[in-house]
Nanobody
């Protein structure tokens, strides 16, 4: 399984970004897909994930601001990030759980700064 992430960038506090993760497999064959993030000097933490059944999980720090979704036709998952804060600055990694294994995409940098 290959994952291609995109959509990061520099945004001011309060702004929005949408991350995309395109999967090489039919997305309905993936058990779960989502994003982790890692800031310098910290561990990689879960941001949001969604199962192909539609169950979502969010980190407490992003609830109400971030929304994860799937587009079956495009074999893609999206992370809509609104009301961004400086503490959201990190490298964001998409991942997919497929046949019991985790597969990772390359990271995409999100920087929230004025």
């Amino acid at each position: 399984v290959q994952l291609q992430a995109s959509g990061g960038g520099l945004v001011q506090p309060g702004g929005s970004l949408r991350l995309s993760c395109v999967v090489s497999q039919r997305i309905f064959s993936v058990t779960r897909i989502g994003w982790y993030r890692q800031a310098p000097g910290t561990q990689r933490d879960l941001v949001a994930r969604i199962s192909t059944g539609g169950t979502t999980t969010y980190a407490d720090s992003v609830k109400g601001r971030f929304t994860i979704s799937i587009d079956d036709a495009k074999n893609a998952a999206y992370l809509q990030m609104n009301s961004l804060k400086p503490e959201d600055t990190a490298v964001y990694y998409c991942y997919a759980l497929y046949l019991g294994d985790n597969f990772w995409g390359q990271g995409t940098q999100v920087t929230v700064s004025s």
